[in-house]
């Protein structure tokens, strides 16, 4: 059965669209996960340590045959062959591979929480998913994502690279 899923994607250093790009080729590469659709890409505002360069964020649908554990696993071992370290919370780097939704479960564990436990209050991964389903619930707290984005500034959130086409790499010009 595949399962269906929707990863946030953020850069603020290097190549920002470069890296988005990479993760995405990466993610698709193992043979396990497939991108379904795709935001444009936003620049935004960092959030909880300001004192870095903005972000560039999007979010893409995907549908995969892991389970969420293993999902989470593949993107983090992305995000380390793709160099990112983390030393300040909040704080710069390459790539952020998040896991916001899977299917309509709810999961809280250690090391994964799903619905993302910060998603509601960030514009960044909201006003993303929004342009790919606006109607999607979000298990347990039983909104919309047009609901939740009706309550949040939105102001930090500016469209960098709007979507091209039915390929995600048009977005990225490949």
């Not at 990863?7 to 603020?12: D, E, H, K, R, V």
């Not at 936003?42 to 870095?52: C, L, R, S």
């Not at 436990?117 to 999607?136: H, K, N, T, Y």
């Amino acid at each position: 059965m595949k399962n269906k899923a929707f990863l946030s994607l953020g850069s603020n250093l290097g190549k920002r669209e470069d890296s988005l790009y990479n993760a995405i080729k990466q993610l698709e590469d193992n043979g396990h996960i497939t991108v379904v659709n795709y935001s444009s890409i936003y620049e935004t505002d960092p959030v909880g340590y300001t004192e870095q360069n903005s972000f560039l964020n999007m979010v893409i649908e995907i549908t995969t045959d892991y389970q969420p554990t293993v999902l989470l696993e593949s993107c983090l071992e992305i995000e380390k062959r793709m160099g990112r370290t983390r030393i300040i919370r909040w704080g710069p780097r390459n790539i952020d591979i998040d896991i916001l939704l899977f299917n309509d479960q709810r999961i809280e564990t250690e090391k994964l929480q799903i619905p993302h436990p910060r998603m509601g209050d960030r514009a960044f991964v909201l006003v993303p998913l929004q342009e790919i389903d606006s109607e999607i619930i979000i298990p347990g707290i039983n909104q919309t994502i047009n609901d939740m984005v009706e309550r949040l500034s939105t102001k930090g959130v500016r469209l960098w690279k709007q979507k091209s086409g039915e390929d995600v790499y048009e977005l990225f010009g490949n």
